[in-house]
């Protein structure tokens, strides 16, 4: 499955105004898997240590449980585009919408800590689902004009929905006593964390009957008159939809599927092209930015911080990610896409730097000292701001152009599956090192976050003002 990549026919530019409030309608409820997404992702900080007390289990067990969850997204992601092209981008958009409310009331009444991972493996699935169908559904539908804007949504829904689910946490952890294990509406606080997403799941399901199917599909499956009506819709009256519909179908006809044999070459298997956006995944999962997001609760637990204030600290954290992202898009076409990760860079090894050194210090009365203490809260902020300023953002970016139009469908394959291994290696080993040392960990995050900078100067061209089709 792929975007319409085709040139418009000079009538399609611009969308009529009168159809403009629709088209963002379309393109936000397509968003809300983009917000499950993030919800999905990141609610499980609140849940981290009630499920370590209740079910007894050691850091290794519970890292799986809470990784486990990845294995699903890498599965949805690499089906989703197979299942879209089969039986449409709604009908995927309704079977993620099911998925994740199945996970939301499964993971809120498990009965031992192996369905607890089960139901979270079918969250992933629909995770990976959303990951792929939002951003090629807004691509299919928004008029070539607007396509780069609505295209962000995705994004920002992704990002808006880690800060709901750590707002909403915060909530419900006050609402029982500052007890994660407190009981709230029959449950256990963090049952009902888990089971929450219940509404956002549903209300996603809701509005996949609401939007039109995409008008790509469609022609792809014969049916063109239905196709017209919906280009008419979304891009207005004053174009030629034989001719769009001829246009969309000759890009279609024109495209070349790659395949996995087209990547290999060179001396190291992959091409080296490849490979550098397989390092690129890597250096933005290896510095550690999921650990901000799955067991930052915990960890500001770890060094004495009140259960109330850290899952605060959690939803502060969100919001700096917002910000970051905001400034992301900003600049990303201003300043380019290569100097924005070098500034990311700098920043991040400066607040993994000091969040070490915070860390290094021995807790008394089972606090940091107020310094370190404060440092460490700082630096982690300043942590997340760099990162979604630049490598949260310029990655993605990065990977839909830096790729020959031959290989680049099948590469960006490879390079998202490099992206939630590495995600899975690092959310599967955090608790183990945090128990083995706090600050050593930290030290390898940012050594990480230092090699990326001469990675990025030696390796990553700038894609920035260039058509797809000047990608060597």
């Not at 609505?150 to 709901?164: C, D, K, M, N, P």
Request: contains cysteine; neutral net charge; proline residues 3%.
């Amino acid at each position: 499955m792929s975007s319409t990549s085709q040139a418009p026919s000079s009538g399609a530019r611009t969308a009529h105004p009168d159809h403009l409030g629709h088209v963002i309608f379309i393109a936000a409820a397509a968003a809300m898997g983009g917000f499950l997404f993030g919800y999905d992702s990141s609610v499980i900080n609140g849940a981290v240590e009630a499920i370590r007390d209740r079910y007894d289990v050691g850091s290794a067990v519970l890292a799986q449980v809470i990784a486990v969850a990845l294995i699903g997204c890498a599965i949805g992601a690499a089906t989703a585009g197979r299942i879209a092209d089969r039986i449409g981008r709604i009908r995927c958009m309704q079977i993620a919408a099911v998925l994740f409310t199945i996970s939301a009331v499964g993971s809120a009444l498990p009965f031992a800590l192996w369905d607890l991972a089960m139901w979270r493996v079918i969250g992933g699935f629909a995770i990976g689902m959303a990951s792929v169908i939002g951003p090629a559904y807004i691509a299919e539908v928004s008029p070539p004009a607007y396509r780069g804007r609505l295209g962000s949504f995705q994004q920002a829904a992704i990002v808006i929905g880690i800060a709901v689910s750590q707002l909403v946490n915060w909530g419900l952890l006050n609402a029982a006593g500052g007890d994660q294990r407190g009981e709230l509406m029959g449950l256990e606080a963090w049952q009902v964390m888990l089971g929450v997403m219940v509404i956002p799941a549903v209300l996603y399901g809701l509005l996949s009957f609401a939007i039109p199917e995409s008008p790509r599909f469609l022609i792809s499956v014969g049916k063109r008159e239905r196709a017209k009506k919906i280009l008419e819709e979304v891009e207005g009256r004053d174009v030629d939809f034989d001719a769009r519909v001829t246009e969309i179908e000759h890009a279609m006809h024109s495209e070349e599927k790659s395949s996995f044999k087209d990547l290999l070459g060179g001396s190291f298997f992959f091409k080296p092209i490849v490979w550098i956006g397989i390092g690129l995944s890597v250096f933005q999962q290896f510095v550690g930015i999921n650990v901000a997001f799955y067991y930052s609760s915990t960890l500001w637990q770890s060094v004495g911080v009140d259960p109330t204030d850290s899952f605060f600290y959690s939803f502060t954290t969100s919001i700096i990610n917002i910000i970051g992202t905001v400034i992301a898009m900003i600049f990303v076409d201003r300043v380019g896409r290569k100097p924005l990760a070098l500034i990311g860079s700098v920043g991040m090894v400066i607040g993994l730097a000091l969040e070490a050194w915070a860390f290094s210090f021995d807790l008394v009365d089972g606090k940091l000292p107020a310094t370190q203490g404060w440092v460490a809260l700082i630096a982690a902020h300043v942590f997340v701001l760099f990162f979604a300023l630049s490598w949260g953002v310029v990655v993605w970016v990065f990977l839909g152009e830096m790729f020959p139009n031959r290989i680049r469908a099948a590469a960006l394959g490879v390079a998202a599956s490099a992206q939630w291994i590495a995600n899975w290696a690092i959310t599967a080993s955090f608790p183990s090192l945090a128990d083995w040392n706090l600050s050593g960990t930290y030290v390898i995050y940012t050594i990480f976050a230092a090699l990326s900078i001469p990675f990025v100067l030696k390796f990553v061209k700038e894609t920035k003002g260039k058509a797809l089709e000047e990608m060597g």
